[in-house]
C-alpha cells in the first residue's frame, strides 16, 4: 500500500522493480521480459537496453529470441531520428545499421538451423535499401541481397508469414507480380492476415 504522500509510480517503475527482482534467480524469461521492457520505453537508454539484452542472451543459451529482438531493436533505432537528448541533455548517439547486422549474423552463426538470423538480416538489408535513394545500383544489390536472405530463412522454417519479406524485397526489385504472388502467400497462410493485408 502506498503512502498517501508518496509519489505515485507509472507502470513501467513497478514492472521493472518486479522483473529485476524475479530474473536474480537466473530464468530465461524475467530477464527476456526485463530487456523487452527497456526496449519499449519511450526514450530507451541503447546502452542499458544492449547490455540487458546481451545478459538474456547469455541466460537464454538455447533459445534465439533475446539476439533476434536485440537486432530488431538496433535496426529499428537506426531508422529513427537521432536530435534527441536524454535526461541529462546528452545528444543520443546514433545506432549503426551495421550493429544490427553484426548481431543477426551472430544470430546466424550460434543457432545456424533457425531462420530468425536470416529473417533478422533480411529486414535489416530492407531498410538499408530504402535509405539508398540516388544509389539505384546499390539499393538493388541490397533488395537481391534481402531476398537471399529470406530465402534461406524460407528454407529453415515453413512459416508463410516470411513471404512477406520476400514481398518487400521483389516489390524492391521492381518484379510486382512476384511481389504479389508473395504476399498472397503471406497472407494466406496467416492466422491474423490483417497485418500483412
Same mark, same amino acid.
Given at each position: 500500500?502506498?503512502?498517501? =504522500?508518496? *509519489?505515485?509510480? /507509472?507502470?513501467?517503475?513497478v514492472a ?5 527482482? $524475479? ?5 530465461c524469461l ?13 526514450? *530507451? !537508454?541503447? $546502452?542499458?537496453?544492449r ?8 541466460v537464454?543459451r =538455447? ?9 530488431e ?7 529513427? =531520428?537521432?536530435?534527441?537528448?536524454d535526461?541529462? /541533455?546528452?545528444?543520443? *548517439? ?10 543477426? !549474423?551472430?544470430?546466424?552463426?550460434r543457432? *545456424? ?9 533480411g ?10 535513394? +540516388?544509389?539505384?545500383?546499390t ?10 536472405l529470406?530465402g534461406k530463412?524460407r ?10 519479406g520476400?514481398?518487400?524485397?521483389y516489390? +524492391? ?5 512476384d511481389?504479389?504472388?508473395?504476399q ?9 492476415p490483417?497485418?500483412?493485408?
Open positions: 500500500v502506498r503512502h498517501p =504522500d508518496a *509519489p505515485a509510480l /507509472g507502470s513501467a517503475p521493472f522493480a518486479v522483473l529485476d527482482r $524475479a530474473r536474480a534467480a537466473g530464468e524475467p530477464q527476456l521480459n526485463l530487456a523487452f521492457l527497456l526496449s519499449t520505453h519511450e526514450r *530507451p !537508454r541503447d $546502452a542499458a537496453t547490455r540487458e539484452y546481451e545478459r538474456a542472451a547469455a537464454c =538455447d533459445d534465439p529470441t533475446p539476439l533476434w529482438l536485440l537486432g531493436y538496433l535496426a529499428q533505432r537506426a531508422e529513427m =531520428d537521432f536530435g534527441l537528448s535526461e541529462e /541533455g546528452l545528444v543520443v *548517439p546514433p545506432v549503426e545499421v551495421r550493429d544490427a547486422l553484426a548481431v543477426f !549474423r551472430e544470430l546466424q552463426r543457432f *545456424p538451423r533457425s531462420s530468425a538470423g536470416w529473417a533478422g538480416e529486414d535489416t538489408k530492407l531498410l538499408l535499401a530504402s535509405r539508398l535513394d +540516388g544509389q539505384p545500383f539499393a538493388r544489390s541490397t533488395f537481391r541481397d534481402a531476398l537471399a529470406y530463412a528454407s529453415l522454417d515453413p512459416d508463410p508469414a516470411l513471404a512477406a520476400e514481398a518487400h524485397a516489390a +524492391g526489385l521492381r518484379q510486382y507480380g511481389a504479389a504472388r508473395a498472397r502467400t503471406a497472407i494466406a497462410g496467416a492466422a491474423a490483417a497485418p500483412l493485408a
